[in-house]
């Protein structure tokens, strides 16, 4: 689990239910490695991406951008970092808002659980109003 001073340095939380935001999310497989366009958004050096589309799904979750290999996101990095139900929200001007939900059954054991993500809510649909 992160420190307080982790929380405190990378504005993460210890919570498993809710996680920081991210800046985009990747639903087709990506190279883990290099600053890149993700579904309309170019990453930047230290932004949060959200990765559901992976090949192998044993490789999705939340990574940091990098102009090198990119690494797992401290608080989606290890155990109890992540369970089914697990929160996360992207906000980027593409998917601004975006709700994703983590799927896997638990218990979660990152790099060796195939991770699936399943989008519970996304601004760009429009929903049909009742009286």
């Not at 639903?27 to 230290?46: D, F, K, M, P």
């Not at 192998?56 to 940091?64: E, R, T, W």
């Not at 979660?108 to 699936?116: D, N, R």
């Amino acid at each position: 689990m992160p420190s307080t001073v982790t929380t405190i340095l990378d504005g993460l939380s210890t919570s498993v239910a809710v996680k920081a935001p991210c800046r985009t999310v990747a639903t087709s497989n990506i190279t883990l490695a290099g600053l890149q366009t993700i579904s309309g958004y170019t990453t930047v050096e230290g932004d949060r991406v959200l990765v559901v589309g992976q090949t192998n799904s044993v490789h999705n979750g939340i990574y940091v951008a990098s102009t090198g290999n990119w690494t797992r996101a401290k608080d989606a990095d290890g155990a109890r970092d992540l369970v089914q139900g697990s929160i996360v929200l992207v906000r980027n001007v593409g998917t601004d808002g975006a709700i994703w939900e983590l799927t896997t059954s638990n218990p979660i054991v990152i790099g060796t659980s195939a991770l699936t993500f399943s989008l519970r809510d996304d601004p760009a649909n429009t929903y049909a109003q009742t009286e």
